[in-house]
């Protein structure tokens, strides 16, 4: 029987442990700890966070500098520590979709104004196996986002994420928008349960939507499935519907136009069933 690789994290140099992910110095001693070169401990759970930082679940806790305080659930800037037993990368199995070719519409107008469309287009494909592009070929429309614009039109615009979750029931899809409560712990969940995530990320004054599909924690990568084409890090600059598929978007990236707000700030769908059966998500996130 095979085992899983136990989960450990040594400090490649003297460094602090952290209750939070931010500066050091902005820290009371109570929510720090010094841990010297060399020092390795077991972990139980690891994931990526803001800032290059770690999220660590300690087996044993650590007192913190005041020496009263124990601290099990620290952050660690990455640089500083070597992490042994890191998950696997994740990358799911999804068809690609981009937004620029998507039929015009009276109420969503042309592909440019459809991410939102798009990216729930690309998620419940995958979901339901392809139910959407099946349909598609039935009707003699070009592509599945054809077939999703007409069980979004029932109930309102693209841009508005109630009628999203209301087209996507239509399919069996329970799922809910939930807005600056994301972390990546409820990224990694969804993505290891197989379910790609629709994200909603900065971009100009506004906003955009990807769908997450994939994450590489030992390259910090993220991979993103971007309908509007390759993003040039996290800058408003893009090679407009070219590429898209499985983006490398940088733990960096990802804290610029992500969680901008600050940690578990993120937006994004979760799903809570798929015809009928439970996916194990968090509800009212």
Excluded at 78 to 92: D, F, N, R, S, Y
């Amino acid at each position: 029987m095979s085992t899983s690789p136990e989960k450990a994290v040594t400090a490649r140099l003297d460094t602090i442990f952290k209750k939070n992910p931010v500066g050091s110095q902005d820290l009371e001693t109570s929510e720090k700890v010094l841990v010297k070169a060399g020092t390795r401990m077991l972990i139980s759970a690891v994931s990526p966070d803001r800032y290059q930082h770690v999220k660590l679940q300690l087996v044993k806790p650590l007192l913190a500098g005041d020496g009263t305080t124990s601290l099990v659930t620290v952050y660690a800037y990455q640089p500083h520590v070597q992490i042994e037993g890191l998950p696997q990368a994740i990358k799911l199995a999804v068809k690609y979709r981009g937004q620029t070719n998507n039929d015009w519409h009276p109420t969503f107008g042309n592909g440019y104004r459809q991410c939102n469309l798009t990216s729930c287009t690309m998620l419940a494909d995958c979901l339901l196996g392809g139910e959407l592009t099946r349909r598609a070929a039935a009707q003699g429309l070009k592509e599945p986002e054809s077939v999703y614009q007409q069980l979004l039109a029932k109930y309102g615009d693209t841009i508005d994420h109630t009628c999203q979750t209301k087209a996507l029931k239509d399919l069996g899809i329970d799922s809910y928008y939930a807005q600056q409560t994301l972390s990546a712990d409820d990224l990694l969940l969804s993505l290891r349960q197989g379910i790609p995530v629709v994200l909603g990320v900065k971009y100009k004054t506004g906003g955009h939507i990807v769908l997450l599909v994939g994450c590489d924690p030992e390259r910090q990568i993220w991979l993103v499935h971007d309908p509007f084409g390759t993003r040039h890090g996290a800058s408003d600059s893009y090679d407009i519907g070219i590429g898209g598929a499985y983006d490398e978007y940088s733990f960096d990236t990802f804290d610029r136009i992500f969680w901008d707000r600050g940690a578990g700030s993120g937006d994004g769908r979760i799903v809570t069933s798929v015809k009928g059966k439970p996916t194990g998500l968090k509800a009212g996130l």
